[in-house]
């Protein structure tokens, strides 16, 4: 594909100006002038496919992305004397790629999924994997027996969580426990995280938690059946006999994070210590990323390197670079089956991969071009990680050092001035320094637009925090690691303790810092469409031409400003309702609710705060007014009635324009109101978001926001859902 865009490039340059605006040929001129860069936005129409696919409100037939792909390939071929139409087939050619790479992928992991809540009752299971968890341990099974549902029912896999238990059973035996499991959670309200869509390329059928402690059934010896079966759950023993160890010598917080570092499981570590990593803007080094994985094969190939370089005789007769890129290498495969071979960490394995490869073909170890050619192999394998925060992230970081970089380089000087070592250490800290600036820069549209948060200290703290971590912290991990076989690893994980101890101080002191953490309105996806397009226009390009992205940044980075909070929000499961004043207060019944719902909805309504409505007597300015069968809300001329009692409808739907009812309201037909949502339409769509202004009323759905997905539940419950006009 890439020598496509080449091969159209060098024909399009080849061809005549003819009658042409001034500007169209400036801009054709420039463009032609930076052919060579025409590779790297490969991974771009691939990713615009991807996210065409995500995007789409249903489920496109299985035979269309090949079908397109198909078509636009006989079109480049048989385009050959118009070079800007045949540019332009390979362009929608990637396109199309991107598209049916993720169709396949979403067809190829379809496995069962729970419809409804099942148990608590009885079942048996292999277990696949385990990995602590802030309430005991979290289990990774494989069904067996599921009483109550069909063999074609039961899901491939499901997460269980075990209150209370000392160690976890082992990867490969095979359990009996008694288990109340339910669907993974569609998003808390419209536009939020769907983890449904994330369970369901994950082969997560499930998710709850267990009564008691698991039984091991007898026979233990016959789990697993060979093949790709095998290798997983050697890997996950491996992984869980590492965590233990660590653990045995590391406790606490400091442990915890050991464990994460070197197994990739953080679910052990205390939410407070998270918290204040991302207060500090740390939390990146809590996940496997490009860091790690870069860091334990740089540091393989160092020290194997200078290692050989001692040897005369070897370093002299022998490529020692080569052998050490190929140890390292090795090191880095052994590093990504520990962590669980997870998508980030899978990205970062290949990442490192092309870096070796380019140092055992002796080019470049770094450039755009081989960042590209990793987003475009990932989005082809995994195009599911696309829509993740860490794939974002991290391309958005590495693009931009790489970028930053290249146009350092080209403009210093051919020879510089020798440096003393204060100089030299002047320089480190200045390079740590501009390289955090600019990974913030290019990493915060995404904070914004998934966290709604920046780390306004992210700065001072990774000052400190990332050298810490690569010369201190992972060095000793990787000692430990080597010295396990031998029993020795206390003698590595005692020093590394000190620097994860050092860490978490570095990240309280700063999470503790006034203001450390600013809280931004929701970006809409056009708003983060514009900074990532202005982000790549501007990374990707040479000329000067590239610094018109900025205003198309600007506009991107501004876009929060825009947001416009809903007035009501409903759960699915029909258990909360909040109401949001225009002073950004939120006003819900109960507090005792779902934390988890109540958080996700503080970030997208923007809320100041959340309080308690009073169960009798007005609030809000006036606003609220409650009694014990409901409350009712005015905001400008629009009125909503929130029964707690059914009753209630007989006079609420007569002088309410928005009626909101956690029971079913048909034995009670209230025709009256604009909008009526109750038990019934919550569980038909799922979370309800409601905009009232201007004088009328706004509702949108989770079940809108899915579409007829295979990770949705909705269109399963009412397919006709989507022929149905939300906005009234």
Not at 349 to 368: P, Y
């Amino acid at each position: 594909m890439a020598a496509g865009f080449d091969a159209a490039g060098r024909e399009a340059a080849a061809l005549p100006a003819r009658s042409l605006s001034p500007g169209l040929l400036r801009l054709g001129d420039a463009l032609l002038g930076e052919r060579d860069r025409w590779p790297l936005w490969l991974p771009v129409l691939l990713g615009l496919g991807v996210a065409g696919y995500f995007w789409s409100p249903a489920e496109p037939p299985l035979w269309l992305g090949a079908a397109a792909a198909l078509g636009f390939a006989a079109a480049a071929l048989l385009l050959r004397t118009a070079a800007g139409a045949r540019l332009a087939a390979f362009g929608l050619l990637a396109v199309a790629l991107g598209f049916g790479a993720a169709q396949l992928r979403a067809e190829r992991v379809a496995a069962p999924v729970l419809e409804r809540s099942w148990g608590p009752a009885a079942m048996s299971a292999e277990v696949l994997a385990t990995e602590p968890h802030a309430r005991g341990w979290r289990l990774y099974l494989r069904p067996l027996e599921m009483p109550g549902l069909e063999a074609a029912a039961v899901p491939a896999q499901v997460r269980v969580t075990v209150a209370g238990l000392d160690a976890p059973p082992v990867p490969g035996s095979r359990v009996r426990l008694r288990a109340a499991l339910r669907p993974p959670s569609p998003p808390a309200a419209p536009g939020a995280f769907d983890f449904a869509r994330q369970a369901w390329f994950q082969g997560l059928g499930g998710i709850g938690f267990a009564y008691g402690a698991p039984t091991l059934l007898p026979h233990v010896a016959q789990a697993g059946t060979g093949g790709p079966a095998a290798w997983h759950l050697w890997w996950a023993d491996l992984r869980q006999t590492v965590a233990q160890r660590i653990a045995g010598r590391l406790d606490g917080a400091a442990g915890a994070v050991a464990v994460a570092l070197v197994t990739g499981q953080r679910g052990g570590i205390p939410e407070a210590v998270q918290e204040d990593m991302r207060n500090a803007g740390l939390a990146h080094l809590l996940a496997i990323s490009g860091l790690h994985m870069g860091l334990v094969a740089g540091l393989l190939f160092f020290f194997l390197r200078a290692g050989l370089a001692l040897l005369p005789g070897v370093a002299l007769r022998y490529p020692i670079k080569k052998a050490a890129a190929v140890a390292a290498a090795a090191g880095a495969f052994v590093y990504l089956n520990l962590v669980g071979a997870s998508i980030p960490a899978e990205r970062a394995f290949l990442m490192v991969m092309i870096v070796l490869l380019a140092v055992l073909l002796d080019r470049r170890a770094l450039s755009l071009r081989l960042v590209a050619c990793a987003a475009a192999v990932i989005l082809l394998v995994a195009p599911e990680s696309l829509m993740t925060a860490s794939f974002q992230m991290s391309f958005a970081a590495v693009t931009a050092l790489i970028a930053a970089y290249e146009a350092w380089e080209w403009r210093r000087p051919m020879r510089e001035t020798a440096r003393g070592p204060l100089g030299r250490l002047a320089g480190y800290v200045a390079g740590v320094a501009a390289t955090s600036v600019i990974a913030m820069l290019a990493t915060g549209p995404f904070a914004a637009f998934h966290f709604h948060r920046l780390a306004l200290y992210g700065l001072p703290a990774n000052l400190l925090a990332v050298p810490l971590t690569a010369f201190w912290i992972m060095p000793w991990a990787v000692l430990a690691v080597l010295l396990m076989p031998f029993g020795l690893e206390g003698l590595a994980l005692a020093p590394m303790g000190w620097g994860i101890e050092l860490l978490l101080t570095v990240a309280a002191t700063v999470s503790g810092w006034p203001a450390a953490v600013l809280q931004v309105p929701p970006m809409p996806d056009w708003g983060l469409g514009l900074a990532v397009l202005g982000g790549l226009w501007l990374c990707l390009w040479r000329g000067r031409w590239r610094w018109a992205a900025l205003p198309v940044i600007l506009a991107g980075a501004l876009s929060p400003l825009a947001f416009d909070p809903p007035s009501l929000l409903v759960s699915g499961d029909a258990r909360q309702v909040a109401l949001r004043d225009p002073e950004g207060r939120l006003w819900v019944p109960s507090q005792r609710g779902s934390r988890f719902v109540l958080e996700t909805w503080e970030r997208q309504a923007f809320a100041a705060e959340t309080v308690t409505w009073p169960k009798l007597g007005e609030a809000a300015a006036g606003r609220l007014s409650c009694d014990p069968l409901g409350c009712l809300y005015t905001q400008e001329t629009l009125r909503v009635a929130v029964l707690q009692d059914p009753r209630a409808a007989d006079d609420d739907c007569g002088r309410a324009d928005v009626v909101i009812s956690l029971e079913p309201l048909r034995r009670q037909p209230c025709a009256g109101p604009a909008v009526v949502i109750d038990r019934f339409d919550l569980w038909r769509y799922g979370a309800h978001a409601v905009w009232l202004e201007g004088g009328g009323i706004t509702v949108r759905t989770v079940a809108r926001q899915q579409g007829a997905r295979p990770w949705s539940p909705f269109p399963a419950r009412r397919p006709e859902w989507l022929s149905e006009d939300e906005d009234q």
